[in-house]
């Protein structure tokens, strides 16, 4: 019987260790902490428990300094995105009480841009224009997923400057920083899949297939992070936080826990920390009210957060992580401008 | 006088009789306001098959293709006699379908059923109308465009 309660012991302590940690006064979340303490700022969407709407924030990488930027009782804010300079915000803009859904948020509301602490905000055009708008590398364009196709935009005369076809992409488009590739969610052979784009030729990618999507962009423009939920688990499954290159190759997930789905994943400027938030619920929070955002380093994944015995199955080599767990938000974004730790 | 009258009431009765066998065998055509002038095409067409399962997801949202057989063309230009029909969300009844990402579809059909013969209003190709996901099983088997169910009504062979 003793013999029975230390094997127990022993797989218990196992399975901690083994785990993420998200404990404030966890030494290693301590010390996670400080060290992204300095590293430029987060944006994100977030319910204002002031005016209850959607407004954006700002916050360091540790949760410090967080402020509301927008404050607008009479409007709903989210999927904000600094520009690649650091130094503007796109985002965008819903009537008041809109629900934001998940998947179609890039159609909805007002394409806004401002300044990168949420200053001197301009509406670039009207309800449902300019959907998915996303960075040109020097921020002088943007690119939209439309019916039509995939259009560029000049920012400051509003012209049309190329459309060409989506090629079955018909949500979440995003520009590589390099300018030469786009990502987004598309039917190939089935729908979710995440694919990528060549921005000149058209020349379309399989990145991954099967209830994956809300790509981005890492900062190599040759890697591409994703939220994914495989088959084979059980029931419905959960949504995991995974990265390919732009062929799909090297498959390889980041982040996953059972009981929660990861959505959210963006990189820091350098790709050393993962941003992800974590929710009970499908989706990432946008209906109701966010999710826990976390950071984590890149160098600790592949890693599990709580017991996920079955999750565990499948990937026992996933790393012991410290996580970060900050403020409830949605769609964070991640700059060094302003900021970046000497 | 009254055998007169008899007569007349006998033959007031099989009129109203046979105007009602009449109209009770007049078909279905489904035609309706809409289904006759949404879209560009428009079709009477046997449900032939849908593939896999109808999926009943509250989180999302996609078209199913599913294979017709045309039997009469009422509008438009229809090339073959078999077609590729995507219908959104087709786990509700057509009437409760539309949202924001399907815009305006509708239709008296309740639910979707192989071997029943529907009048459909439709697009096509289903990419220049609808962004969304899309279930085709039929990917890879057939070059055939695939057209988007603005309006699906019930109809009678």
């Known amino acids: 019987m003793m013999q029975r309660m230390i094997l127990l012991f022993a797989a218990t302590q196992g399975v901690l260790l083994a785990s993420a940690a998200f404990a404030a006064d966890d030494p290693r979340v301590a010390q996670l902490a400080g060290e992204v303490a300095a590293k430029g700022w987060i944006v994100y969407a977030a319910r204002s428990t002031e005016n209850g709407t959607w407004d954006l924030f700002v916050m360091r990488p540790n949760g410090a300094q967080r402020r509301n930027i927008t404050n607008t009782p009479d409007h709903e804010e989210g999927g904000p995105r600094f520009s690649p300079d650091g130094t503007r915000l796109l985002y965008r803009r819903f009537a008041k009480g809109t629900v934001i859904h998940h998947d179609l948020w890039g159609f909805q509301g007002e394409l806004m841009i401002a300044a990168r602490d949420g200053s001197a905000p301009v509406r670039v055009g009207a309800d449902k224009e300019y959907p998915w708008a996303s960075w040109s590398p020097d921020g002088k364009k943007i690119a939209c997923l439309t019916m039509q196709g995939i259009q560029i935009i000049d920012l400051d005369t509003r012209e049309l400057l190329r459309q060409f076809p989506r090629k079955g992409i018909y949500q979440q488009l995003f520009w ?104 009970a619920q499908d989706g990432g929070g946008s209906e109701g009210a966010g999710a826990p955002i976390c950071v984590m380093r890149m160098a600790d994944a592949p890693a599990i957060g709580g017991p996920s015995a079955d999750l565990r199955k499948v990937h026992p080599d996933a790393k012991e992580a410290p996580v970060l767990k900050l403020a409830d938000g949605w769609e964070p974004c991640w700059t060094y401008a302003d900021g970046e730790a000497k | ?132 996901g899309i279930i085709n099983r039929y990917f890879g088997q057939t070059e055939e465009p695939v057209y988007w169910a603005l309006w699906t009504n019930r109809a009678a062979r």
């Open chain 1, 176 to 279: 590589s920083p390099d300018g030469q590739w786009f990502c987004g969610v598309a039917n190939a052979r089935i729908m979710w899949t995440v694919v990528r784009m060549h921005a000149e030729t058209g020349e379309l990618t399989i990145v991954q297939e099967f209830q994956s999507c809300t790509p981005d962009w890492f900062p190599d423009s040759t890697h591409i992070i994703y939220s994914s939920r495989p088959a084979g688990q059980h029931g419905y499954g959960f949504t995991q936080l995974w990265r390919s290159d732009g062929e799909g190759r090297e498959a390889r997930m980041i982040y996953g826990e059972d009981g929660c789905h990861i959505y959210g994943g963006a990189l820091s400027p350098d790709a050393k920390y993962v941003l992800f938030t974590r929710c």
């Open chain 2, 1 to 132: 006088m009254m055998r007169h009258r008899a007569g007349c009431l006998r033959s007031v009765f099989f009129g109203v009789l046979s105007l009602s066998v009449s109209c009770a065998k007049k078909p279905d055509t489904g035609a309706d306001l809409q289904v006759t002038s949404l879209g560009s095409v428009e079709v009477t067409a046997e449900l032939l098959e849908i593939p896999g399962e109808i999926r009943n997801d509250p989180m999302y949202d996609y078209a199913h293709v599913m294979q017709y057989r045309v039997l009469a063309v009422h509008r438009g230009q229809v090339g073959k006699d078999v077609i590729y029909v995507g219908q959104y969300n087709p786990a509700k009844p057509r009437d409760a379908a539309a949202d924001a990402r399907a815009g305006r579809i509708g239709g008296n059909l309740r639910q979707f059923r192989a071997g029943d013969v529907h009048r459909m209003a439709m697009e096509v190709p289903i990419d220049d109308h609808y962004m969304g």
